[in-house]
């Protein structure tokens, strides 16, 4: 019977080990070091903050392994040894394969800061950071977050609920400036002040400093202020987590080199997930894609393939979500934090400072590119649809009632948002 191991337990290797399942029969095993049972690990955040217990994270119950066949070994992988088809383990064991996935996701970036390592800087990804935070919380009056992106803003949240005191140091001119737009930039950055975040922009960190016990105390910042801290996340992206690789001849570059049917180099070998990059980008998505849900589809794709049915993994439009603080953000297509040449974009935002919708579109075609809301919940299948029909921005503004997921919403905003779109519209075609 053909062995298929998965190295990796998050969202991509346990997806594809269910669908492996569903469409046969072969032997599969998980091997993973972070823990024994999958679990959610965006909720992390919200075991944290009091919202759920850790065992709320693990979406099937430990039975649900041995019931379909799964088997799990909770253990290290050291080294791939391709020419043997096995795996060399932490315990110096050795474990063959017919296929091997990796799938190991990402792990927290450092760039060499002095300090990096001490006792209270971690960042936010694996169940091991959640589990240092806890301790690290019970006596913490003031932590120093490093990176303006998703994770931070949840770090910062997250610590916000224990009282503890959070400056957020920021090296972009505005918050996630190379994703943002300098609108949902700058209402993003009113809102994290308003939470009594002491939020620094263009600040770059310099060193890490630490007190006699190796614990930190407080950091140094490029432009000469010293802040003292007890905790210092590390939040400045992450990559993939492929040391292990090292000499294996698996071909790697950021991530683990795959083609379209996720096949490495190697004809038995594949990658997955956040771990895994495209050897040429898919549209404008980047080689290696962190997110959830692709991850998720990368496995069903595989599953696919494995099972003697090849397919190409092909993600479809892009579209992400996440929430800062209290206010939720969504983007589907593309709309780039400085329009393209082709680009022109349409900005509306409530007079709350809490809602805002940025539009996208080419502006010879009038094809509709991308949609940017922030404190507005819209509907995945409407913009999946009109991006992949490639709909016209005239039809979207004409038919947001339809995305909108939100009835309250309806009633409140839409009228002013629309009017404003099509004038907005009209004003441009008049001097076109």
């Known amino acids: 019977m053909e062995h298929i191991v998965i190295i990796g337990n998050g969202i991509s290797g346990v997806t594809l080990a269910r669908h492996i399942r569903k469409n046969s029969d072969k032997k599969i095993t998980i091997i993973s070091a972070e ?29 649900f392994w041995k019931k379909n066949r799964i088997d799990l070994v909770f253990k290290k992988v050291d080294k791939v040894l391709p020419n043997e088809n096995s795996l060399l383990l932490n315990d110096q064991t050795k474990f063959s394969y017919d296929k091997l996935v990796i799938a190991t996701g990402s792990k927290s970036n450092k760039f060499g800061w002095p300090g990096q390592d001490a006792k209270g800087v971690l960042g936010l990804y694996h169940k091991q950071d959640l589990e240092e935070l806890e301790v690290l919380s019970k006596e913490a009056k003031h932590a120093v977050i490093v990176g303006g992106g998703l994770i931070g803003i949840e770090l910062a949240e997250m610590l916000l609920t224990r009282k503890i005191g959070v400056t957020f140091l920021v090296r972009e001119k505005y918050f996630w400036g190379s994703v ?4 949902e930039a700058k209402l993003i950055e009113k809102h994290i002040k308003e939470h009594h975040v002491d ?34 996340g590390l939040t400045v992206g992450v990559s993939p987590n492929i040391a292990f690789l090292e000499g294996s001849g698996i071909e790697t570059n950021k991530g683990v080199l795959v083609n379209r049917f996720l096949e490495t180099n190697l004809s038995n070998i594949y990658a997955i997930g956040d771990c895994a990059e495209q050897r040429e980008a898919i549209g404008y998505r980047r080689p290696v894609e962190a997110v959830w849900y692709t991850g998720r589809m990368m496995g069903e794709v595989l599953a696919q393939t ?59 075609t009038q094809q509709f590119l991308g949609i940017n809301t922030f404190g507005i919940r819209m ?54």
Request: net charge negative; glycine share 4%; with cysteine.
């Open 35 to 63: 823990t024994e049972y999958f679990f959610s690990r965006t909720a992390l955040m919200y075991v944290y903050m009091g919202h759920m217990k850790f065992e709320h994270t693990q979406p099937y119950e430990n039975h």
């Open 180 to 183: 943002l737009p300098e609108g």
């Open 199 to 232: 939020l620094r922009l263009e600040t770059n960190l310099k060193e890490i400093l630490t007190d006699e016990n190796g614990r930190t105390k407080a950091i140094l910042t490029e432009e000469g202020d010293e802040i003292e801290c007890d905790i210092v």
């Open 306 to 364: 494995i099972c003697g049915n090849k397919m190409a993994y092909n993600p479809g439009p892009w579209f992400n979500s996440a929430k800062f603080l209290d206010i939720e953000y969504q983007t589907y297509g593309w709309v780039w934090a400085k329009p393209r040449d082709y680009e022109k974009q349409i900005y509306w935002e409530h007079k709350s400072g809490k809602i805002a919708v940025r539009i996208a579109y080419h502006k010879e």
């Open 379 to 432: 509907r995945h299948d409407f913009f999946d649809k009109v991006l992949r029909e490639q709909k016209t921005v005239g039809y979207v503004i004409d038919h947001l009632k339809q995305a909108n997921f939100d009835p309250e919403f309806y009633t409140h905003y839409e009228k002013e948002m629309t009017q404003e779109f099509k004038s907005v519209l009209q004003t441009v075609r008049a001097h076109i």
